[in-house]
Nanobody, 120 residues
């Protein structure tokens, strides 16, 4: 399974962007795809995750109510609304073979990141 993130860009405070994570291969229904981000000078941070089969979701408190993770066919989307400068980061998607998790070290098959910049 390989993952490729795309869709980043520059947006102003309060704007929206939709990130895509193209998944090649066939994850098991129990696997999950997670979105993480790393802001300049900060640790990698969990954003959201979705279970491949049941599409169960879980969000970080910092994005709950603003971001929506979803899956259509072999693409996992992260719809980001009401973006704030604090959301500026490189966003990555990755595969978890054990199910829903917020722990980055439980994920592998990390895709290349996509940069999101939110200007004030």
């Amino acid at each position: 399974v390989q993952l490729q993130a795309s869709g980043g860009g520059l947006v102003t405070d309060g704007g929206s962007l939709r990130l895509s994570c193209e998944v090649s291969g066939r994850p098991f229904s129990s696997h999950s795809i997670g979105w993480f981000r790393r802001a300049p000078g900060k640790e990698r941070e969990f954003v959201a995750t979705i279970r491949w089969g049941a599409r169960t979701t879980y969000y970080a408190d910092s994005v709950k109510g603003r971001f929506i993770i979803s899956r259509e066919s072999n693409t996992v989307y992260l719809q980001m609304n009401d973006l704030k400068p604090g959301d500026t980061a490189v966003y990555y998607c990755a595969l978890n073979r054990g199910g829903l998790s917020t722990v980055a070290t439980s994920y592998d098959n990390w895709g290349q990141g996509t940069l999101v910049t939110v200007s004030s």
